[in-house]
Each structure stands twice: as C-alpha cells, then as structure tokens.
C-alpha cells in the first residue's frame, strides 16, 4: 500500500510538479507514499526481523512523552527568555548565544541547514539522555 502512494506521488510529477507547497495534491500523497514507506519499513525490521534495540530510544521517549514535552518546551523559553550581554553591550538570547558560538561555524564548511540540524540533534540527544536516566530508574511521569 505504502509502494503505490509513492508510485502515484512519482507518476503525477510531470502534470502536478512535487515542490514544497503543503497543499498540493502530488505533494501530499507523494509524502503520504513516503511516510507509509518509512513506517513499513520500521515494522519490518523491529516487527519482522526483531531487531528491537533500534526502537529503544522511541521507546524512552514513548514512557515520558509529556514530561519531555513539557520539559522542553520550558527550557526553550528559558533559553529564549534569559539574554546574555554582548561586547557591544547589546543582549542576545541565550539560545541565540549558543547556537552562534556553538554551532554557526558549521555553516562555513557545511551551510546553515547543517548548522541547525545539528542544533537540533543535540537538543533532541539532550532529552534523550534526560529521559533515559528516568526510564533507567524506572520513573515514569503520567498525568
């Protein structure tokens, strides 16, 4: 089922092009054929073939959705709201702050998209590692 939303997102190129508008219809089922794709693809390997210490980490993050949810969601506006002063005696962000001096000098050899992925990443692998500790311990958050 995944192979023919992908099929049709492919086979509707020529007459309704795929680009990045969100509403049009070759895009959408172009990505639904993805999505599909990428979810068939995870049942068969931690499903099928049983490898299921790749679905550890979705897992840990599955036990404490809203605490990490929420937990991230504050420190953001922590690191959004806290400034620091600059040398001009101008403030920036502290989120700001960390993203120029930590990870902008990816940008000069990889480009500005790798820049703010690897922020990202690291944000993510932050709350992976938070959250790992509870599951560890077996602290498990619910409403």
């Known amino acids: 089922m995944s192979g023919v939303g992908l099929i049709l997102g492919i086979a509707w190129d020529p007459f309704f092009p795929i680009n990045k508008n969100l509403w ?32 550890t980490p979705f897992v840990v993050f599955g036990t404490n959705a809203i605490t990490v949810y929420a937990l991230s969601i504050f420190l953001d506006r922590i690191l959004t709201w806290w400034s620091l002063s600059q040398p001009d005696g101008s403030r920036v962000p502290l989120k700001m702050w960390i993203y120029v001096h930590g990870y902008a000098s990816w940008a000069r050899w990889f480009g500005l998209a790798s820049a703010s992925f690897l922020y990202a990443l690291t944000y993510v692998l932050l709350w992976l590692g938070l959250m790992w500790v509870l599951y560890r311990k077996r602290i498990f958050i619910n409403i």
């Open 24 to 55: 049009t219809s070759s895009y959408v089922v172009f990505t639904t054929g993805m999505a599909l794709a990428a979810l068939a693809f995870c049942y068969w390997l931690v499903d099928v073939k049983r490898y299921r210490r790749v679905a």
